[in-house]
């Protein structure tokens, strides 16, 4: 049954009236002002469609949905709804056949934090008509009284199934030392019937504080041939853990992949809640770096001041991984953050997009493109905002931006903040 989805709320495709500072058009998808949902919306989420990349859905919290059927230059909008709730953490991810799949958390009483239930599971629902219309969603990790939280997914190559990783509280910011957080792993096929059961896939688990010692960020990717990887974040490291046969076996014991120093919950002046959780992709493109496997974060090794975009490598499914590559490009002190990369699947070209503050002084902020045609070896960088904003802490700013690419198709997306009020935005970039 199609969900009573409320289109066509607005059309937007206006850029920002400042001096420009980038080549690259910016399109705000969606604004405080006049979006007519239920909260700001941030922590934006896009998918550029492999079956038609001029075909783009995207998703803001808590309840946002955004399709453009013209490469990203204009869009409509509709609310999300479902019985098992909608309550952010947006996800928008597709397959090569045009199916759009928005994951999100519960919140079946629709009640929000008033409610026990909320966050009683990971809810996957899925478009048949380019993000027009969604299904009811089924639940994945049901599981009371605990908590689910920040999801992740990815279709596999051949379209037939979808993995998800994400974090069960056993009480979300529980101080009981015997309460933790541990990584879960589900998949579903195309259609979604159902989802399988939902295994554990840490070793170690985490606390529920919502801080550097709980186990969060998880990000899986998936390989050509059944494999599927997940990354995440626990205290200053990045533990990594693959299986080969769609989630049914894992590792015995986590490969640690990088290290963040500092750990993953950083500080940045002006952001109310700040992180440098791991971003996992795998390279599909059947070039010379076919089935290489990439991570993204950022962390303070630095200085307190200074955080940094990291970038390492594995060709050999994540049992071991490069140094890491410093991926901005600035020789000055200053707070790059919140990163999310992209693999362009028809050259294996790498795309990162992250905030940047290396030209301006204060709170004032521009959104940045790294790009890497060699494997993250070496990066450029642009800076992709028309102008720089100033955010404040007093606003919830979200946890993440993100990216998608396809074709040459490359579309970031990231929330602005102007005067207390936030936005969400978008650079026509084709490469």
């Given at each position: 049954m199609l969900i009573k989805a409320s289109l066509l709320l607005f059309i937007l495709g206006f850029t920002y009236a400042g001096v420009s500072q980038s080549p690259f058009l910016n399109i705000r998808i969606t604004a405080q002002d006049n979006n007519g949902f239920s909260y700001p919306p941030c922590e934006p989420s896009i998918h550029v469609s492999a079956h038609n990349p001029s075909r783009?859905?995207?998703?803001?919290?808590?309840?946002?949905?955004?399709?453009s059927a013209d490469?990203?230059?204009?869009?409509?909008?509709?609310?999300?709804?479902?019985?098992?709730?909608?309550?952010?953490?947006?996800?928008?991810?597709?397959?090569?056949?045009?199916?759009?799949?928005?994951?999100?958390l519960g919140d079946p009483a629709g009640k929000g934090w008033g409610s026990?239930?909320?966050?009683?599971?990971?809810?996957?629902?899925?478009?048949?008509?380019?993000?027009?219309?969604?299904?009811?969603?089924?639940?994945?990790?049901?599981?009371?009284?605990?908590?689910?939280?920040k999801e992740w997914a990815v279709c596999t190559p051949n379209s037939r199934h979808i993995y998800m990783s994400w974090t069960q509280f056993d009480k979300y910011e529980?101080?009981?030392?015997?309460?933790?957080?541990?990584?879960?792993?589900?998949?579903?096929?195309?259609k979604m019937k159902k989802w399988k059961k939902a295994l554990r896939i840490n070793q170690f688990a985490g606390n529920c504080l919502d801080d550097d010692g709980t186990a969060e960020g998880a990000?899986?990717?998936?390989?050509?041939?059944?494999?599927?990887?997940?990354?995440?974040?626990?205290n200053e490291t990045i533990w990594?853990?693959?299986?080969?046969?769609?989630?049914?076996?894992?590792l015995d014991k986590d490969i640690p992949a990088a290290t963040i120093y500092g750990g993953w919950n950083q500080t940045i002046p002006g952001i109310m809640r700040a992180n440098g959780m791991p971003v996992l992709v795998s390279d599909l493109s059947g070039g010379n770096r076919n089935g290489f496997l990439y991570l993204c974060w950022s962390d303070t090794r630095n200085g307190e001041s200074n955080t940094d975009v990291w970038f390492s490598y594995s060709s050999d499914k994540g049992s071991s991984w490069s140094d890491p590559i410093r991926v901005n490009s600035d020789a000055g002190e200053a707070h790059q953050f919140?990163?999310?990369?992209?693999?362009?699947?028809?050259?294996?070209?790498?795309?990162?997009?992250?905030?940047?503050?290396?030209?301006?002084?204060?709170?004032?902020?521009?959104?940045?493109?790294?790009?890497?045609?060699?494997?993250?070896?070496?990066?450029?960088?642009?800076?992709?905002?028309?102008?720089p904003f100033e955010p404040t802490d007093r606003v919830f700013f979200g946890d993440y931006n993100n990216i998608s690419a396809h074709g040459g198709v490359v579309r970031p997306i990231w929330t602005r903040c102007e005067g207390g009020r936030l936005s969400v935005w978008t650079a026509l970039i084709n490469r």
């Open positions: 783009i859905v995207a998703g803001t919290i808590l309840d946002g949905f955004h399709v490469s990203g230059k204009t869009w409509i909008s509709g609310q999300l709804t479902s019985p098992l709730g909608v309550y952010g953490d947006p996800c928008v991810t597709g397959n090569m056949k045009g199916d759009f799949f928005y994951c999100h026990e239930s909320l966050l009683d599971c990971i809810v996957c629902q899925r478009s048949d008509d380019g993000g027009l219309t969604w299904d009811d969603g089924k639940a994945a990790g049901n599981n009371p009284p605990r908590d689910q939280d529980s101080t009981n030392p015997t309460d933790s957080t541990n990584i879960l792993f589900s998949r579903s096929c195309r990000v899986p990717a998936s390989g050509m041939k059944n494999e599927v990887y997940v990354a995440w974040a626990l990594f853990d693959r299986s080969l046969n769609r989630g049914k076996k894992w919140f990163p999310w990369m992209a693999v362009d699947q028809t050259n294996g070209d790498l795309h990162i997009v992250f905030y940047d503050r290396r030209r301006n002084e204060g709170l004032a902020t521009d959104v940045y493109l790294a790009s890497s045609s060699d494997g993250g070896i070496r990066w450029t960088n642009e800076r992709i905002s028309e102008s």
